[in-house]
């Protein structure tokens, strides 16, 4: 399984982007797929994750900003952020479970700057 993120970049602070991660390759089943980040010098968190029935749970520190969903039908997850922060700032790297395993995108940054 192959994951392609795509969508990152450099916005001011409360503005928005929208991430994209589709997967491709031998996939059979995903289950749930999932959205973290890691800003410099930080370890690696989780920000959001959906269920393969559409359930959703979002970090604190994103939650009413940001919003996962995922399209079955193309095997992707998207990730909009608004009002961005600069402390959003991170390279942001989708995940995805499939049966007994876990895949891993190559990340995207984003940068939220003035």
């Known amino acids: 399984v192959q994951l392609q993120a795509s969508g990152g970049g450099l916005v001011q602070p409360g503005g928005s982007l929208r991430l994209s991660c589709a997967a491709s390759g031998s996939i059979f089943s995903i289950n749930n797929m999932g959205w973290y980040r890691q800003g410099s010098g930080k370890q690696r968190e989780l920000v959001a994750v959906i269920t393969s029935g559409g359930s959703t749970n979002h970090a604190d520190s994103v939650k009413g900003r940001f919003t996962i969903s995922r399209d079955n039908a193309k095997n992707t997850v998207y990730l909009q952020m608004n009002s961005l922060k600069p402390e959003d700032t991170a390279v942001y790297y989708c995940?995805?479970?499939?049966?007994?395993?876990?895949?891993w995108g190559q990340g995207t940054l984003v940068t939220v700057s003035s």
């Open positions: 995940r995805v479970w499939t049966v007994g395993r876990d895949f």
